[in-house]
């Protein structure tokens, strides 16, 4: 479990920082993109204004300063513009304040703009802004090669700067998780020794009790406040036992021996046991187990825990109501399901199906007789058979737990 937490505590610390860091850099570059479109559209707006050319007091004749307008602006700007008859017979390029195009592209450019629908845009390294007039399309054309070398140097450096401060992060968060969940570790450990000591110390009692029970029984005979501290005595026992069980899977101390053993064979022995019991309550008992079945795995808390499955599906099968129990074959795993109707079941009563102490109806359990920790053992058997457990249901009606195998 504190691998788990401290895996999980990894992964939200890491997706934490990639989703803030995107978002940053992400509007960092979005506002580098735009202010450069901004700046190239306001020398396209001078453009216009001035019949495509540029005056050369353009900084000095500006009542308000401009970004991205210099002294230097008119001399070292690149720009050219095509006009398009409205017949579209006649096409003019001037390519006079540049050398890196000729007419033929320049008007191949225009024409393709055309086409389109926008107004303004990139086409190639050039920023364009088209104007329409009486006779035709005048489309002025921007030199942005600088600018957009520029922006895709910052885009790249901002990337690979991103992937370093992540992989940095990743590395820092690695060392101090173990410390930063050290005491939730510490209360954990504690708490499991707690469990295990203590079922150790209340099982010496339980069994005094118990076999002073026995005596006062033999000395004066059956009567129902002995019958029921012994129920009472056995039922404690057992979920002593049960607390211990947990614990020691949690430590690993608990040792599974994994030996091939007839999976079939242990999975009809089990149903068996119950099929008379499931009978006399009035309900319906379906068995269907592939033949030949076999499985690698600990047979002794394998048979534990098809008998805690079977055991709360006869328990809390709705009256007249059905029990399934089927195990197949399915690549590389065995699949066993257990089925039955049920009283109504809400998602959150199956998300915490699998908790200890868990009730999803306490006068229910009380009559049955459960304490609401048989699901958690099923799944720590499982989990020790490398396996999975998941409960569902369909209508809300019935409850289906299905367990994967690996064979």
């Not at 329409?132 to 090669?145: E, P």
């Not at 570790?185 to 010496?204: L, M, N, P, V, W």
Request: hydrophobic share 40%; aromatic share 8%.
């Amino acid at each position: 479990m504190i691998r788990k937490l401290r895996i999980k505590f990894i992964a939200i610390s890491m997706t934490s920082t990639i989703i803030v860091l995107f978002l940053i850099l992400g509007s960092i570059n979005l506002l580098n993109y735009r202010e450069m479109s901004h700046n190239a559209d306001t020398i396209l707006d001078f453009l216009k204004e001035n019949d495509g050319e540029l005056p050369e007091n353009l900084y000095k004749s500006q009542h308000k300063k401009t970004n991205g307008i210099s002294p230097e602006t008119s001399f070292e700007s690149r720009y050219f513009s095509v006009f398009l008859s409205n017949n579209r017979q006649i096409c003019e390029a001037d390519t006079d304040n540049i050398s890196a195009i000729d007419e033929e592209t320049a008007i191949k450019y225009a024409q393709k703009i055309n086409r389109s629908n926008k107004n303004c845009g990139f086409i190639s390294k050039y920023r364009y802004m088209k104007e329409n007039t009486s006779n035709g399309v005048k489309i002025y054309f921007l030199d942005c090669t600088k600018s957009m070398m520029s922006f895709q140097t910052f885009l790249v450096t901002s990337f690979f700067v991103s992937i370093f401060g992540v992989s940095t992060v990743f590395i820092l968060v690695v060392l101090l998780s173990k410390r930063a969940i050290e005491p939730v570790a510490e209360s954990y450990e504690k708490q499991k020794r707690f469990i295990t000591d203590a079922g150790h110390e209340i099982k010496t009692p339980l069994t005094i009790i118990d076999a002073d029970t026995s005596i006062l029984e033999m000395e004066y005979g059956e009567n129902e406040w002995l019958d029921d501290i012994q129920v009472q005595t056995k039922r404690l026992a057992g979920l002593t036992n049960d607390l211990i069980y947990l614990s020691r899977m949690e430590e690993k101390q608990t040792k599974t021996t994994m030996i091939e053993f007839p999976f079939s064979e242990v999975i009809s022995e089990e149903a068996q046991s119950f099929q008379g019991l499931a009978k006399v309550k009035g309900k319906n008992f379906m068995v269907d187990i592939e033949p030949m079945l076999s499985l690698k795995g600990d047979e002794k808390t394998i048979r534990q825990l098809i008998s805690i499955l079977l055991d709360n599906a006869v328990k809390y099968c709705t009256e007249q109501g059905q029990i399934r129990l089927t195990a197949a074959h399915k690549g590389k795993n065995i699949i066993l399901s257990i089925y039955n109707t049920s009283q109504p079941l809400t998602k959150e009563n199956i998300d915490h199906l699998f908790d200890r102490f868990y009730r999803t109806d306490e006068s229910r359990n009380s009559k049955t007789g459960g304490y609401g920790i048989g699901l958690s053992v099923a799944k720590a058997v499982v989990e020790a058979h490398h396996g999975k457990i998941v409960a569902s249901s369909e209508d809300g009606n019935s409850l289906l737990i299905t367990v994967i195998l690996k064979i």
